[in-house]
């Protein structure tokens, strides 16, 4: 809100507060808002260095969090999607809505866990473990805002508002919350429903009296990453049966339409974000996304982001892989590699047979670039992971095969569906219509950060989505033992 007040007068003592509040309530008929201690602080300086009055920043227009010369820099949001192996953060222009810069990083509490429940067992393990995990999180974020600002031009203390989202165990390190009684049955979360605090609390650097809003989360096991894929997709408004697919190391699913939607999460592991396999990385730079072999030479064509000499494979690019393997021979129906299959690329390395995709000649390493058994046992049980979790939910929902389906993640976008097909990735994959869709949870963050209407929605989404608990459920083991296979491979 513009305001320009009167300036005080000698022998009328009316404090700058006082003349603030009156103006904006003969103005924009605001009553007696709070004000942030920051902006309080700010709040001399800035009206006498406004000459055409001050910008002033309300929340919700029950508290100024800012005040400011007029005209005196933009009005900018940061959402962030907190990943289990990847953090991803999205800079706004609040004014117009247009996404300034995109900035990601591996997530540095890997180094205490790969997976959540691991990092869940450190906090227990030590009463400053939790605040070390938080505080990691907090420079991640930190250096991404930066490297946002740097590159859209701005102050990062002009970012006015943040949104973010993650698993419900991330949600809880985020927020320095104890996440013991996720990991125990019967996995309750301390707060369900989206929660509002401020950046200086959380030691998040940008306007310290921002306030951070986070999503609702469903679940132990399903978070408001989840909340804001659906929210990104409106899964829950279409007509089709939309079946939606996380390719992240939870690996959530939801499944349903307009009638109502199901979700469950499928501790896939880290292997679709690179994790876990010897070559693996994040999808960026370098990363191998595509691969095609030769089904007589077996000789290998590869792909690779923004075409740079090949760093390592990620998740999409593993799926082609593996895809290619089934489709030449290379691997059979168990997901052993075929030893009948006769060519240099084929050989025995340190964690048994591996296949080379890029020679070191042809990358940017001192070593060939391979694809391990034990790498393709990863990718085995995540993929099983998920279509067992898929297939359950969907014969909860009494249907067979869904209408649409939807890949979400940082590698959606480049995974080749006939790729996904080729390794059963998904259920009744043949004959669906497969879109990649990119990071939906980051977009829902988006979304949330830029309208309050959205995250009266997501609350809507996360209060009447229906969660199916896997742990536990013979039927999800006997669909996960038997989705191990590659129905497309050779037996033998």
């Known amino acids: 809100f513009r305001v320009e007040g009167p ?34 602080k700010d709040l001399p300086n800035s009206l006498r260095s406004g000459a055409r009055g001050v910008d002033v920043i309300l929340f919700q227009r029950k508290e100024i969090i800012h005040v400011r010369p007029a ?17 991803a953060a999205c800079l706004i222009d609040l004014v117009s809505g247009r996404k300034i810069a995109v900035t990601a990083a591996m997530n540095p509490q890997i180094h205490f866990g790969e997976d959540i429940l691991t990092r869940i067992h450190f906090c227990n393990k030590g009463k400053d473990h939790l605040g070390l995990l938080q505080s990691r999180m907090m420079v991640c974020m930190n250096d991404l805002i930066r490297d946002a600002a740097q590159v859209a031009g701005i102050d990062a203390t002009h970012i006015l508002e943040a949104a973010v989202v ?22 309750t979360p301390v707060f369900q429903k989206g929660e509002y605090m401020k950046a ?8 310290p009296s921002a306030y951070v809003y986070l999503l609702p989360v469903k679940a132990g096991f399903v978070g408001s990453d989840a909340i804001a894929c659906a929210l990104a997709t409106r899964i829950h408004r279409r007509k089709p049966a939309t079946l939606l697919i996380d390719l992240g190391t939870n690996g959530e699913i939801l499944f ?75 691997i059979l129906a168990n997901g052993r590699f075929n030893d009948a299959i006769k060519t240099p690329r084929l050989r025995p390395g340190q964690d048994g047979n591996e296949f080379v995709l890029v020679w070191k000649s042809e990358a940017d390493l001192k070593e060939d670039i391979v694809l391990s058994g034990k790498d393709l046992s990863e990718l085995q049980m995540a993929k099983a992971a998920l279509h067992a979790g898929a297939q359950l939910i969907m014969e909860k929902a009494g249907m067979v095969k869904p ?26 994959c043949s004959t669906t219509s497969v879109i990649g869709i ?22 809507r989404i996360a209060s009447h989505m229906e969660y199916v608990e896997l742990s536990g459920l013979s039927r999800f083991q006997d669909l996960f033992v038997s989705s191990l296979f590659y129905s497309q491979a050779r037996d033998r």
């Open 7 to 40: 300036p005080p007068v000698l022998g009328r003592v009316t404090a700058d507060k006082e003349r603030l509040l009156s103006a904006l309530s003969a103005g924009y008929g605001i009553k007696n808002p709070a004000i942030d201690s920051q902006a309080l």
């Open 71 to 87: 005209g005196k820099g933009g009005f900018f949001g940061v959402a962030f999607d907190m990943g289990t192996t990847t953090v």
């Open 166 to 187: 993650g698993n419900t165990a991330m949600h809880h390190l985020f927020a320095g919350v104890i996440p013991k009684y996720l990991a125990e049955a019967p996995y």
């Open 200 to 207: 200086r609390d959380l030691k998040l650097e940008i306007s």
């Open 256 to 330: 349903g339409n307009n009638k109502g939607v199901i979700c469950c999460s499928t501790a896939a592991g880290p292997a679709f974000e690179g994790g876990h396999i010897r070559f693996g990385m994040r999808a960026a730079a370098g990363a191998i996304d595509r691969v095609r072999i030769d089904p007589v030479t077996y000789e290998v064509r590869f792909r690779t982001i923004l075409e740079k000499r090949a760093l390592g494979i990620c998740g999409s690019g593993i799926i082609s892989a593996a895809a290619e393997m089934v489709r030449t021979g290379i």
């Open 403 to 428: 209408d649409l389906i939807l890949l979400a993640g940082a590698g959606g976008n480049y995974v080749e569906p006939l790729d996904a097909c080729a390794i059963d990735l998904i259920p009744g």
């Open 438 to 459: 990119g990071n939906a949870a980051l977009h829902g963050a988006c979304l949330a950060l830029m309208d309050k209407n959205q995250r009266r929605e997501a609350e």
